[in-house]
């Protein structure tokens, strides 16, 4: 069978890279099972666009069309290269947009290209925001009150229907473009008529901000089987984009009650939907009442958190993905990490995964430093750990932004006014501006709550680390201090500033004390299962990168 797939798309925000991880695998996945496949990208700072001595011949297609992924250039490759098959779900927005077009122009029907995995009919009800609201309405799935609009005069109408404060969502749209809060009449007309710039369709929805944000990464095949791969909780409430927020797995404030809710409204929403292949589904649960919750939206394709619940778990979803959209179900399909276990299981983390973005806004002049339901961000990095407080140390280090934790901000605070300030509006300050409160100011996590609606359970974990961080100023550091620092991640070099000790001396007592990373375990692993021991020992650097 010969494969067309879309890949990542252009070089910008929002795009490219996010989405290499699925294609490539994607990709190998297709070629391991005899396909030829065709992609079509026009970003060379991809590994799928790589040459074959770069990447190695089981990630690189067959043909590879460095041409913009828009309905114009993809007709004329099909008219050449002839697939039989179309992958929609591995290049993020822009490959659905342009499968939903081709569809509309009749180029599919007319050189007899099937698409893999959901059909289009199914994409199409989680795009269009008007048809997703009525698709869950008909199984009493609750989605936030909203009207759809592809007018100002309409939008205008919707809003006041609805009351302000509202929030605007652009339909068929990547990153969130187009979106935002409209606190009244003169800030909605602005907005609107940016989202309109963007999407043909805007969704006026009822305002949920303080909500909790909570996302779910699934799996169904072709036989209706289909399992909750992991889910994923944001250190943000709603109202900051996911690709902006701090994002933790397995999630770390609901009750057992709550994550089961949410997982069986997961797997009935899909099913109806008809999705096949991976998704992703977001909702907004509400803090003061478990009982109320909201699907934000779903995305029928991979989407960036699919490569951090990859990582996170070992758990493969776009090979996996790929696989289904082959028509193999989900318990013929091994494990990867194992060869021996099914697919057709959910992971159990006994250790933690966090995200941090990655913003990069002091090169550009003029531009607002506030975060909201648009993307900025440039990239990402990822900790593992045991708990909370050590993987938000790790992961603040690995931004490479000159902090050694949350105690070194990458620009100092001007005084309690400025940390203020940083805590009621959103930006890549806002974290340090938790603990500069908490540390410094004496601020209470009742205060931080009021300012930020961050839940209390994660102001309560950085408020450990910054407790532990006072009593370092005021104590003599020993052994049994060193091994409490490490379990809230705390870097040599962090307890050595914050005790008033050299480096040099603080790592030779904890290396006196064998307080050292524990490799006798992955060592065992690695021989039982030698074709993983990249993967183990790579798992295993990053859960202590921070010694």
């Not at 709603?238 to 089961?260: C, D, F, K, Q």
């Not at 960036?304 to 318990?331: D, F, N, Q």
């Not at 990490?337 to 002091?362: C, G, H, M, N």
Request: negative net charge; charged residues 25%.
């Amino acid at each position: 069978m010969k494969i067309l797939l879309l890949g990542s798309g252009a070089l910008k925000i929002g795009e490219a890279g996010e989405f290499d991880y699925s294609g490539s695998q994607a990709i190998k996945t297709f070629k391991r099972y005899g396909h030829e496949v065709i992609l079509i990208n026009p970003n060379i700072a991809t590994i799928q666009t790589d040459p074959a001595e770069f990447s190695g011949s089981d990630i690189t297609a067959d043909k590879i069309y460095f041409l913009p992924v828009n309905p114009t250039f993809v007709t004329k490759v099909i008219e050449k290269e002839k697939p039989d098959a179309l992958a929609l779900s591995f290049g993020g927005q822009t490959a659905l947009n342009c499968g939903l077009q081709l569809r509309e122009l009749g180029v599919l029907d007319q050189h007899n290209v099937t698409v893999l995995g959901s059909p289009v009919q199914s994409i199409q009800y989680t795009e269009d925001r008007e048809i997703f609201v009525q698709k869950l309405t008909e199984i009493d799935i609750k989605t936030p009150r909203s009207i759809a609009a592809r007018s100002m005069a309409a939008a205008t109408a919707a809003a006041t229907e609805i009351g302000f404060p509202v929030i605007i969502r652009a339909g068929f749209t990547l990153g969130g473009q187009g979106s935002g809060f409209c606190e009244c009449l003169e800030d909605f007309e602005a907005r609107a008529s940016e989202a309109f710039n963007f999407s043909p369709q805007i969704l006026i929805e009822e305002d949920l901000r303080g909500w909790k944000e909570v996302e779910y990464e699934i799996v169904r095949d072709n036989d209706d089987n289909a399992i909750t791969v992991v889910n994923m909780e944001n250190f943000d409430p709603l109202g900051i984009h996911t690709g902006e927020s701090i994002v933790i797995s397995p999630s770390m404030t609901l009750a057992n009650r709550e994550y089961n809710m949410l997982r069986s409204v997961s797997l009935k929403t899909i099913r109806h939907l008809g999705i096949i292949g991976e998704c992703n589904i977001q909702f907004a649960l509400c803090p003061w009442d478990d009982r109320e919750y909201r699907v934000i939206e779903v995305n029928a394709r991979l989407s960036r958190s699919s490569a951090l619940a990859s990582k996170a778990t070992g758990y493969p979803l776009a090979a996996v993905a790929a696989e289904i959209m082959l028509g193999h179900p989900l318990p013929e399909i091994k494990n990867a990490i194992t060869q021996v276990t099914s697919a057709f299981f959910e992971p159990a983390l006994d250790y933690v995964a966090l995200k941090i973005p990655r913003w990069d806004l002091k090169k550009f002049r003029k531009v607002s430093h506030s975060i909201g339901t648009e993307m900025k961000s440039v990239g990402e990095v990822m900790a593992l750990g045991r708990n909370f407080p050590e993987c938000i140390q790790k992961a603040v280090r690995m931004l490479a932004i000159g902090c050694d934790g949350l105690l070194t901000p990458p620009e100092p605070f001007r005084d309690r006014d400025h940390v203020i300030e940083s805590l009621r509006v959103a930006s890549p300050l806002r974290l340090f501006a938790v603990a500069a409160a908490l540390f410094e100011h004496h601020i209470t996590v009742e205060e931080i709550w009021e300012l930020t609606k961050i839940d209390r359970w994660f102001l309560t974990q950085l408020q450990r680390i910054t407790d532990f961080a006072q009593t370092l100023q005021s104590t003599t550091l020993d052994a049994k201090t060193i091994a409490e620092g490490k379990v809230l991640g705390f870097s040599d070099r962090e307890l050595a500033r914050l005790s008033g000790q050299s480096l040099e001396s603080v790592r030779a007592l904890r290396q006196d004390a064998q307080i050292n990373p524990v490799t006798k375990q992955i060592d065992t692993l690695a021989a039982e299962f030698p074709a993983q021991t990249n993967y183990l020992y790579t798992t295993y650097l990053g859960q202590h990168s921070d010694i």
